[in-house]
């Protein structure tokens, strides 16, 4: 019998999973997350530079390189990122970055009224930055579903023993 043999190295890559997309995540308290994608275009900084450009609402997360440490030599002026724990993505508190009308000035997004948004982030390469466009005001909040509750289920095995009863003779060992 004559047998076609299927070779794994021409078949098309397989992907488990969805590929993602970069992406900036601003939540209803003014926690700002980063996709997978978005963490890896910074290359792995522990810290970044905020800048802000007025005139076309775009802000720019920098990694750390020699040009952008002469700008901002302070350690204070540098936003610390955390490492989820299960994850691959970053984070930082964002509300009083979000909240600063000395740097938004008239520009100011009102993340507690939108709710959880998330913005597209395009890399820079040769600024060694990610940005994304941070609209003016509020958005509407999407949809939330409330969750139902679950009804409490005893534990098995929580059941208490039954006390012997005050009637039968209690025998004590010899």
């Known amino acids: 019998m004559p047998v076609t043999f299927v070779k794994r190295s021409s078949l098309p890559v397989t992907r488990i999973g969805k590929a993602g997309s970069m992406s900036i995540t601003i939540s209803g308290n003014g926690q700002v997350s980063l996709s997978k994608l978005a963490t890896e275009a910074l290359k792995g900084a522990a810290r970044v530079a905020i800048g802000f450009d007025a005139a076309t609402g775009t802000v720019a997360l920098y990694a750390p390189s020699p040009r952008i440490e002469k700008l901002l030599p302070k350690k204070e002026d540098w936003v610390t990122l955390r490492h989820a724990k299960k994850g691959v993505s970053d984070s930082f508190a964002g509300s009083a970055i979000l909240r600063d009308k000395d740097t938004f000035g008239a520009h100011l997004y009102d993340f507690k009224a939108s709710g959880n948004q998330t913005f597209a982030v395009a890399a820079n390469e040769k600024e060694g930055c990610i940005t994304f466009s941070l609209p003016k005001g509020k958005l509407t909040p999407k949809p939330v ?22 009637d039968e003779p209690i025998l004590e060992p010899a």
Do not use: D, E, I
Not at 146 to 165: C, E, F, H, L
């Open 145 to 166: 579903v409330p969750r139902k509750k679950k009804a409490a289920v005893p534990a098995a095995g929580a059941v208490a023993p039954a006390a012997p009863a005050t």
